[in-house]
C-alpha cells in the first residue's frame, strides 16, 4: 500500500523568551497611601475651584485698597452689584448665571461625598431634625449678625474696614428675590463646603478637629478679606464657631440657616434701613 505524505517535518520548538512580567498589584499599605493622596489632591481641587481663587482675589483687593491714596473707609466694597446696567433682563440673567456658579461646588461636593461611597451625613447635610435646626439656625443668626454689625462698624470708625454696600441692585421687581436667593447661594457654598467638606475630610485623612476648624475659618476670612480688617476678623471668628459647632455635632443645616438669614438681613435690611440712617 503506498502511503502518501504530505505533511513535511514539524518546526522545531521556538525558543523560550523572556517570561512576562507578572502583575504588580500594590499591598494594602501602598493602596491606603494612593487613597489618601488622591482624597488629599480631591480635597485641594474642590476648595480652590469653590473659594480658593475668590479668596486670593480677596486678598489682591485688599491690598491694593490699603495701598491706595484714600482711606479704607473712603473706599467702598459693593457685594451685590449690577451686571447690566440700565438692562433689566439681561441683569436678571447674569444674576441667576452667578446664583448658579455659586451653587455648582456643592453639588460637586454632594457629587464626591457619593461617589465616594458615603452619605450626605457625613458632612452633615441632615434633614431628620428641620424645625430645630432652623431655631438653632435663627438663634445663632441673631447673635452672629448683631455682633458681626458693631464689629463692622467700629473697624470702620477706627479705619481698618472699607465702608460695605450691601447691594447696588436697580429698582426692580425681581431684586429681593434675587438678593434672597444669592444670600442662600453664598450659605450653601460656605457651609458646605468649608464646614461640611472639609472639615470632614480633613478628619478622614488623619488630622484633628482644631486643624480642621483652623483651616476652615482661616480661608473663609481670607475669602472675606476684600470688606476690610472686619470682614476677615469677623469671618474668622464666626468661621471658627460655625466649624467648631460641625466637629461637636456632625450637622450643618442650621449653619446654612444661620448664614443665609445674616445675608438675607444684611442685604435686604440694608435697601429699608440705608435711606433713613447715616451710619450705615
Not at 503506498?2 to 523572556?18: C, E, F, I
Amino acid at each position: 500500500m503506498l502511503v502518501v505524505v504530505t505533511s513535511g517535518p514539524s518546526a522545531p520548538d521556538p525558543p523560550p523568551g523572556p517570561a512576562a512580567p507578572s502583575a504588580e498589584w500594590p499591598d494594602s499599605a501602598s493602596a491606603s497611601t494612593v487613597a489618601a493622596s488622591l482624597l488629599r489632591f480631591e480635597v485641594m481641587v474642590v476648595v480652590a475651584i469653590a473659594v480658593g481663587v475668590s479668596a486670593a482675589r480677596s486678598v489682591l483687593r485688599f491690598i491694593a485698597a490699603l495701598t491706595a491714596e484714600a482711606s479704607l473707609p473712603s473706599q467702598t466694597a459693593t457685594l451685590n452689584s449690577s451686571q447690566a446696567p440700565g438692562r433689566p433682563w439681561i441683569d436678571l440673567g447674569l444674576q441667576l448665571v452667578y446664583a448658579g456658579s455659586l451653587l455648582l461646588p456643592f453639588a460637586l461636593v454632594l457629587y464626591l461625598v457619593l461617589r465616594s461611597g458615603d452619605r450626605w451625613s457625613t458632612i452633615g447635610l441632615r434633614l431628620d431634625r428641620l424645625p430645630q435646626d432652623a431655631l438653632i439656625g435663627i438663634g445663632a443668626a441673631a447673635a452672629v449678625g448683631g455682633i458681626g454689625l458693631a464689629g463692622y462698624l467700629i473697624a470702620r470708625e477706627a479705619g481698618a474696614s472699607l465702608t460695605l454696600v450691601p447691594t447696588s441692585l436697580p429698582d426692580v421687581w425681581w431684586r429681593i428675590p434675587v438678593l434672597i436667593l444669592l444670600a442662600f447661594a453664598n450659605a450653601a457654598l460656605e457651609e458646605i463646603v468649608l464646614i461640611g467638606y472639609l472639615g470632614s475630610r480633613v478628619r478622614r485623612l488623619g488630622g484633628s478637629a482644631a486643624v480642621a476648624i483652623g483651616l476652615s475659618a482661616l480661608v473663609r476670612g481670607l475669602y472675606h478679606l476684600y470688606q476690610g480688617v472686619s470682614g476677615f476678623v469677623g469671618n474668622l471668628v464666626m468661621g471658627a464657631i460655625f466649624a467648631t459647632y460641625f466637629q461637636r455635632t456632625g450637622r450643618v443645616v442650621p449653619l446654612i440657616v444661620a448664614h443665609t438669614l445674616i445675608d438675607i438681613v444684611a442685604f435686604v435690611g440694608y435697601l429699608l434701613i440705608s435711606p433713613h440712617v447715616s451710619w450705615l
